[in-house]
């Protein structure tokens, strides 16, 4: 038992004097990482362990020789960053492509409203809407349209017409109600109202075209509401003709349906409202051809009360 504890003794005492030899070559005088009174190393005396036994006698312990601490490499300078567009990102990321539009608001939010100033009435005024709108990017219909369908008609009308949303052909040539629900909205206003399209204003509730001319969608009619309204203030007209579901509820912000609301005046601010089905409606539903020309019929008699058709 003896033996065996003094080659073990041996052993650790050869492989402290190795380290102590292989520290001394390296400049070291103690530990590293250590401070200088815990663990400084002093001189060790070279002692020779006990003699063990010739039968016993067990071959020379290899030393471990710690590494010394690596010099710090110094850092190569990072090459400028490349022009060159980032890889697409995974399958997990979603690219709305080279046109973004601002993320939506959260839930229950509000989409920040444009400054307008002061707005003169007339085609000053809304000159300057449309100059705010600008390329208008604040939702996501920006991504599939051609151009911004802003209004077209007379700036001091006194009847204007608010529809839905652009379509088709309005989205080519940047004008509301070009179409055949437009064609049919022209004899209409000719052959009831004795009107020409010249002398009253068309708006849309969403100025880009929906895809596939689905109903505009409420984040969407959000952002563009504040354009809305600014047209109707400058426009300051006598009388409106709200022309389908989407642009009647928009207008009186309300749920209910629009057969329930046609033929029957309504009131946005102190200006009236009759709501009516829209022109794309009649095309497919010949048959309530006859409603909406009285309700024509009944804005006729309130315009011409009204002072309109100067």
């Known amino acids: 038992m003896a033996t065996e504890l003094a080659e073990e003794l041996a052993e650790l005492a050869a492989d402290l004097r190795a380290a102590v030899e292989c520290w001394s070559e390296a400049g070291l005088r103690q530990l590293p990482g250590a401070s200088d009174e815990a663990l400084s190393l002093p001189e060790l005396p070279a002692a020779s362990a006990p003699a063990a036994p010739p039968a016993r006698s067990a071959p020379e312990a290899r030393p471990r020789r710690p590494s010394a601490p690596r010099p710090a490499r110094p850092q190569a300078p990072r090459p400028a960053a490349r022009s060159t567009p980032a890889p697409s990102p995974g399958p997990r990321m ?45 939702c996501g219909l920006c991504r599939a349209r051609r151009t911004i369908v802003f209004g077209v008609g007379d700036p001091d009308a006194d009847l204007v017409i608010c529809g839905e949303g652009p379509g088709a052909q309005e989205d080519r040539q940047g004008v509301p109600f070009v179409g055949p629900a ?15 399209r010249e002398q009253v204003y068309i708006v849309n509730v969403v100025k880009c075209r929906p895809p596939g001319n689905r109903t505009p969608l409420p984040e969407e009619i959000a952002a563009c509401r504040p354009f809305l309204d600014a047209q109707l203030q400058v426009l300051r007209p006598k009388v409106i ?46 048959q309530d051809k006859r409603l909406t020309f009285a309700d024509l019929k009944a804005l ?11």
């Open 94 to 138: 979603w690219d709305p492509g080279p046109k973004r539009a601002p993320a939506p608001p959260a839930r229950g939010g509000r989409p920040e409203s444009p400054d307008f100033g002061e707005l003169a009435p007339g085609a000053s005024g809304l000159t300057a809407i449309q100059r705010v709108l600008g390329d208008c990017q604040r």
């Open 182 to 196: 437009g064609q049919m909205l022209d004899k209409m206003l000719q052959h009831v109202l004795g009107l020409k």
């Open 241 to 286: 003709l709200s022309l389908g579901r989407p642009a009647t509820q928009t207008l009186l912000r309300t749920g209910r349906g629009i057969k329930s609301l046609r033929g029957k005046w309504q009131q946005l601010g102190d200006v009236p409202v009759m709501p009516t089905f829209h022109p794309a409606y009649l095309l497919r539903q010949a």
């Open 300 to 310: 006729r008699v309130r315009y011409d009360a009204l002072g309109g058709r100067r």
